[in-house]
């Protein structure tokens, strides 16, 4: 397999610490250790290890490694750690979990949904500005979110509130914290300009929730630096990186755009990361998967950018709201000092979005070196000039206007329709450039054939349009009391703009549309399950004649549930159908949405006015939508608390959340943060130390997303390291999940090269799993092959003089319990050579505080 290098002209490459070389150092006796990664939902050291009395060894309260009592000092036993490996368990489920209230971060699902997006392009080497184009684009469209989100408050608080209901009696006297803003009161807060200025502290204070948020995280996250001697560009963007201790730090030039993940992106310059070049002494080429560089879990730069981008945006929005209802009414008052500086504030804030493109515009995140530095144009004076624009639209709006009189709403269609009709333009425009990249890249078995990244985009678009949509329509229908906005005229105001009303309508019809492929199937694990049941009970039969003692008894029940499971586990595979028409249905039901609320100007019950049962449809839909949204916010907290509190729900619905937060903040920096910038240097440098100081033998063992760890931590080990290291995966998603949906990442060109670097790997697997998988990888050349046999699930078909009890079907868990476990592991530390470690005195825990990280 070719090996990813970069030309000597551009030396972007990672200055490990010289370790051993376990191919050419003295051969001794060294311990072994089994290092436990948990899956999905979690499970504690005690579940892990098998031992009620278990002691943190290393860690804090969010990630930790455990181990039993007995085994806290094993090294040190001569005859402890020859035979059997010693366990040690990495326990990070609460980097995930813990506290309710992290509940809410479920609220920006839509921010999580458009970053998976910018990691599920096609990889495909020699196309760096394709790869480049689907980067900017993603960005954008996440950008367009974070527009849309605070536009969506902007009319409830703006509009709704301020506008429509403060201005007229009725609404206004009915709530008595509204009165205050009531013209018949006649007070200072009367006038519609200072009515919306006040309302816009409520958007305002939404975009410093965020940025808060996301700041905190930012510091607990991608601001600590991964523990290993790799260089680091530190400072200031701009001037030359600084030296840190000892190790050189790396050009400035020698940075990375994630945009392309084959393709080193210079300043200047494009290299071709393919070609070969001798390492150099002590240092390691980047390989194929861009999960092996240095800088790849350290995202402090784009993260701080694109959180300054995305805070101005959010201003700039709310003060764009407020400048331009009060420069309309000073146009048609012929105010020439008002006009003159509500021309000069509108330039401004024009300017002002100008800046924000061009801030989402600049190249991706660093990834060959750790790359410390801001850039502080962005970072500090884009969003100080967004404050600085909204405090001048708080004074224009607030400047007194006596014969200004608030009627009607705001003309909030025009700006919504605009950001829809952009959300699409990006999404195809995105959709134009996977095909292209795939067209290249030709995997297989990549998800919708390349699509993937555009199809999440346009479902996370969907999500925001809808719950934007659903919050405005529930509001105006608290508001307007007895009435319904824009239908009966008989509510105390008009309501929100026509297109939300339309969005919130298309859900009761996308639920009716997705009714069809839900019931094709359930008609398929049904007939799977009538026709996997014979070659399961032949297969039983056949393997249970080996053993005489045992009695053949088939069962219908037991052959069902036997068949069912392996087929329920098949939808997996189906997912990427199901994703794709969830997406064009949307798509074809957004455009719909558009077009009808421009054509007829008018919200679905009465755009179908006269229309007999299309009228009482739409009129369903629009009543039906708005409280779909209530219920389905309510049931979206509900269920992202019992997830976070509650392990089998985490189980459930955890490997979605999971794989979300996965993922570093590439694309949008409200999302929630990525779990692995500390899990994967946890690892990294439990391996490191652990082996260099013991020369020992090393497997580590990953169960589901922690298998996704493991593979990461691994390609993060300097080559000599590797070599003391082998890799035992189980329900592992590395393939059936990753490998499709991520194949710039962990496609079979990345799998291949983390098979051909590590000393062995095995990987275990079900056919009734639902998540894990094979990894379908070749065999090396005189090597067993990665993926072991399917795993018999249940062990046995039913009672028998060995098994007195029925086995239970496990599907993805308790792989341990299987023995086959325990033999794929010892095979695995057999084919591990232990060298003499670089200390040779005796074994004291290494110290890792440098590389714990608070989650906040």
Same mark, same amino acid.
């Given at each position: 397999?070719?090996?990813?290098?970069?030309?000597?002209?551009?030396?972007?490459?990672?200055?490990?610490?010289?370790?051993?070389?376990?191919?050419?150092?003295?051969?001794?006796?060294?311990?072994?250790?089994?290092?436990?990664?948990?899956?999905?939902?979690g499970?504690?050291?005690?579940?892990?290890?098998?031992? $009620?009395?278990?002691?943190?060894?290393?860690?804090?309260?969010?990630a930790?490694?455990?181990?039993?009592?007995?085994?806290e000092?094993?090294?040190?036993?001569?005859? *402890?750690?020859?035979?059997?490996?010693?366990?040690?368990?990495?326990c990070?489920?609460?980097?995930?979990?813990?506290?309710?209230?992290?509940?809410l971060?479920?609220?920006?699902?839509?921010?999580?949904?458009v970053?998976?997006?910018?990691?599920?392009?096609?990889?495909a080497?020699?196309?760096?500005?394709?790869?480049?184009?689907?980067?900017?684009?993603?960005?954008l469209?996440?950008?367009s979110?974070?527009?849309?989100?605070?536009?969506?408050?902007?009319?409830?608080?703006?509009?709704?509130?301020?506008?429509?209901?403060?201005?007229?009696?009725?609404?206004?006297n009915s709530?008595?914290?509204?009165?205050?803003?009531s013209?018949?009161?006649?007070?200072?807060?009367?006038? $519609?300009? @200072?009515r919306l200025?006040?309302?816009s502290?409520?958007?305002?204070?939404?975009?410093?929730?965020?940025?808060?948020?996301?700041?905190?995280?930012w510091?607990?996250?991608e601001?600590?630096? =991964?523990?290993?001697?790799?260089?680091?560009?530190?400072?200031?963007a701009?001037?030359?990186?600084?030296?840190?201790?000892?190790?050189?730090?790396t050009?400035?030039?020698?940075?990375?755009?994630?945009?392309d993940?084959?393709?080193?992106?210079d300043?200047?310059?494009?290299?071709?990361?393919d070609?070969?070049?001798?390492?150099?002494?002590?240092?390691?080429?980047?390989?194929?998967?861009?999960l092996?560089?240095?800088?790849?879990?350290y995202?402090?730069?784009?993260?701080a950018?694109?959180?300054?981008?995305h805070?101005?945006v959010?201003?700039?929005?709310?003060?764009?709201?407020?400048?331009?209802?009060?420069?309309?009414?000073?146009?048609a008052?012929?105010?020439?000092?008002?006009?003159?500086?509500?021309?000069?504030?509108?330039?401004?804030?024009?300017?002002?979005?100008?800046?924000?493109?061009?801030?989402?515009?600049?190249?991706? *995140?660093?990834?060959?070196?750790?790359? /410390?530095?801001?850039?502080?144009?962005?970072?500090?004076?884009?969003?100080?000039?967004?404050?600085?624009?909204?405090?001048?639209?708080?004074?224009? /709006?607030?400047?007194?206007?006596?014969?200004?009189?608030?009627?009607?709403?705001?003309?909030?269609?025009?700006a919504?329709?605009?950001?829809?009709l952009?959300?699409?333009?990006?999404?195809?425009?995105?959709?134009?450039?996977?095909v292209?990249?795939?067209?290249q890249?030709?995997?297989?078995r990549?998800?919708?054939?390349?699509?993937?990244? #555009?199809?999440?985009?346009?479902?996370?678009?969907?999500?925001?349009?809808?719950?934007?949509?659903g919050v405005a329509?529930?509001v105006?229908?608290?508001?307007?009391?007895?009435?319904?906005?824009?239908?009966?005229?008989?509510?105390?105001?008009?309501?929100?703009?026509?297109?939300?009303?339309?969005?919130?309508?298309?859900i009761?019809?996308?639920?009716?549309?997705?009714?069809?492929?839900?019931?094709?199937?359930?008609v398929?694990?049904?007939?799977a %399950?009538?026709?996997?049941?014979?070659?399961?009970?032949?297969?039983?039969?056949?393997?249970?004649?080996? @053993?005489?003692?045992?009695v053949?008894?088939p069962?219908?029940?037991?052959t069902?549930r036997?068949?069912?499971?392996?087929?329920?586990?098949?939808?997996?595979?189906?997912?990427?159908?199901?994703?794709g028409?969830?997406?064009?249905?949307?798509?074809?039901?957004?455009?719909? /949405?558009?077009?009808?609320?421009?054509?007829?100007?008018?919200?679905p019950?009465?755009?179908?006015?006269?229309?007999?049962?299309?009228?009482?449809? /739409?009129?369903?839909?629009?009543?039906?939508?708005?409280?779909?949204?209530?219920f389905?916010?309510?049931?979206?907290?509900?269920?992202?608390?019992?997830a976070?509190?509650?392990?089998s729900?985490?189980?459930?619905?955890g490997?979605?959340?999971?794989?979300?937060t996965?993922?570093?903040?590439?694309?949008? #920096?409200?999302?929630?943060?990525?779990?692995?910038?500390?899990?994967?240097?946890?690892?990294?440098?439990?391996?490191? %130390?652990?082996?260099?100081?013991?020369?020992?033998r090393?497997?580590?063992?990953?169960?589901?997303?922690?298998?996704?760890?493991?593979?990461?931590?691994?390609?993060?080990?300097?080559a000599?390291? @590797?070599?003391?290291v082998?890799?035992?995966?189980?329900?592992?998603p590395?393939?059936?999940?990753?490998?499709?949906?991520?194949?710039?990442?962990?496609? #079979?060109?990345?799998l291949?090269?983390?098979?051909?670097?590590?000393?062995?790997w *095995?990987?275990?697997?079900?056919? %009734?799993? #639902?998540?894990?998988? =094979?990894?379908?990888?070749?065999?090396? $050349?005189?090597?067993r =092959?990665?993926?072991?046999?399917?795993?018999?699930? =249940?062990?046995?078909?039913?009672?028998?003089?060995?098994?007195?009890?029925?086995?239970?079907?496990?599907?993805?868990?308790?792989?341990q319990a299987?023995?086959?476990?325990?033999?794929?592991?010892?095979?695995?530390?057999?084919?591990?050579?232990?060298?003499?470690?670089?200390?040779?005195?005796?074994?004291?825990e $290494?110290?890792?505080?440098?590389?714990?990280?608070?989650?906040?």
């Amino acid at each position: 397999m070719t090996r990813a290098a970069v030309r000597p002209t551009s030396p972007a490459r990672e200055r490990v610490t010289p370790v051993p070389s376990a191919m050419s150092a003295p051969k001794s006796e060294g311990p072994a250790l089994e290092l436990l990664v948990h899956g999905v939902g979690g499970a504690s050291p005690q579940e892990i290890l098998g031992d $009620p009395r278990t002691v943190r060894v290393s860690g804090d309260e969010k990630a930790a490694i455990f181990r039993r009592c007995d085994d806290e000092k094993a090294e040190r036993d001569p005859e *402890r750690g020859r035979d059997q490996p010693i366990p040690e368990a990495y326990c990070w489920s609460n980097l995930t979990s813990g506290n309710s209230a992290r509940a809410l971060w479920l609220l920006l699902l839509p921010f999580m949904v458009v970053n998976l997006a910018h990691w599920m392009r096609p990889r495909a080497p020699g196309r760096p500005g394709m790869s480049r184009a689907y980067g900017v684009l993603v960005r954008l469209v996440a950008l367009s979110l974070t527009v849309l989100l605070t536009a969506a408050a902007c009319e409830v608080a703006l509009d709704l509130v301020a506008w429509q209901c403060a201005g007229v009696a009725s609404c206004a006297n009915s709530r008595s914290w509204l009165g205050f803003l009531s013209p018949e009161q006649g007070g200072w807060w009367s006038q $519609p300009g @200072r009515r919306l200025a006040l309302a816009s502290l409520v958007p305002t204070a939404l975009v410093g929730l965020l940025w808060y948020l996301s700041n905190r995280t930012w510091n607990a996250y991608e601001s600590q630096r =991964p523990p290993t001697g790799a260089e680091v560009a530190d400072g200031e963007a701009g001037p030359g990186p600084q030296q840190r201790g000892s190790t050189a730090a790396t050009d400035s030039s020698a940075t990375h755009d994630t945009d392309d993940a084959n393709a080193d992106v210079d300043a200047d310059v494009d290299v071709d990361v393919d070609a070969e070049v001798e390492p150099e002494p002590g240092v390691r080429p980047a390989g194929p998967s861009a999960l092996g560089r240095p800088g790849f879990w350290y995202g402090r730069r784009l993260v701080a950018r694109l959180r300054a981008a995305h805070t101005a945006v959010g201003l700039l929005t709310v003060s764009a709201a407020i400048t331009g209802a009060a420069a309309r009414h000073d146009r048609a008052a012929d105010s020439v000092l008002l006009t003159i500086c509500g021309w000069v504030l509108e330039t401004l804030l024009a300017l002002g979005f100008l800046a924000v493109l061009a801030v989402v515009f600049r190249r991706g *995140r660093s990834e060959r070196s750790f790359d /410390a530095r801001l850039d502080r144009v962005a970072v500090r004076r884009l969003p100080a000039a967004a404050i600085a624009l909204w405090v001048l639209a708080l004074l224009y /709006a607030g400047w007194p206007r006596p014969d200004w009189v608030s009627h009607g709403a705001l003309p909030g269609d025009a700006a919504f329709r605009l950001i829809a009709l952009t959300q699409v333009v990006l999404v195809v425009a995105l959709a134009v450039t996977a095909v292209v990249l795939q067209r290249q890249a030709r995997h297989p078995r990549t998800a919708l054939r390349g699509v993937a990244g #555009p199809a999440v985009a346009m479902l996370a678009c969907a999500l925001g349009g809808v719950m934007t949509g659903g919050v405005a329509q529930r509001v105006a229908d608290w508001l307007d009391g007895p009435g319904t906005p824009g239908m009966d005229g008989q509510g105390n105001i008009p309501g929100p703009p026509v297109l939300l009303s339309w969005q919130a309508s298309v859900i009761p019809v996308l639920l009716l549309v997705l009714i069809v492929p839900a019931v094709v199937l359930a008609v398929r694990v049904l007939l799977a %399950t009538r026709r996997l049941g014979p070659g399961i009970e032949a297969e039983y039969e056949a393997r249970e004649r080996i @053993r005489p003692s045992d009695v053949w008894r088939p069962d219908r029940v037991r052959t069902r549930r036997i068949a069912g499971a392996r087929a329920r586990a098949d939808l997996t595979d189906a997912a990427p159908r199901m994703v794709g028409i969830i997406a064009g249905t949307t798509l074809v039901l957004g455009l719909g /949405a558009v077009l009808g609320a421009w054509i007829s100007g008018a919200v679905p019950g009465r755009a179908f006015a006269g229309g007999g049962w299309a009228e009482s449809f /739409a009129e369903a839909a629009q009543a039906l939508g708005s409280w779909l949204v209530g219920f389905g916010f309510i049931l979206f907290v509900t269920w992202g608390r019992r997830a976070y509190r509650d392990a089998s729900a985490r189980r459930t619905i955890g490997i979605l959340w999971d794989v979300g937060t996965f993922w570093p903040r590439a694309a949008h #920096p409200f999302a929630p943060p990525c779990y692995a910038e500390r899990a994967v240097p946890d690892l990294t440098w439990r391996m490191c %130390t652990w082996t260099e100081q013991t020369g020992g033998r090393l497997v580590i063992s990953g169960h589901s997303q922690g298998s996704v760890l493991a593979a990461a931590a691994v390609w993060q080990l300097p080559a000599a390291t @590797r070599h003391q290291v082998a890799l035992l995966t189980y329900g592992s998603p590395l393939e059936r999940l990753y490998g499709r949906w991520f194949p710039a990442y962990f496609g #079979p060109g990345a799998l291949g090269d983390l098979q051909g670097e590590v000393e062995g790997w *095995r990987n275990l697997w079900r056919p %009734t799993d #639902p998540i894990g998988g =094979p990894v379908l990888l070749p065999p090396e $050349p005189g090597q067993r =092959p990665v993926d072991g046999p399917p795993l018999d699930d =249940p062990v046995v078909y039913g009672r028998s003089r060995s098994h007195p009890l029925p086995e239970p079907i496990r599907g993805h868990s308790d792989y341990q319990a299987d023995p086959v476990f325990t033999a794929e592991r010892q095979q695995l530390l057999e084919r591990l050579l232990p060298t003499i470690p670089s200390q040779p005195h005796s074994y004291e825990e $290494p110290a890792q505080g440098s590389s714990g990280r608070s989650s906040g």
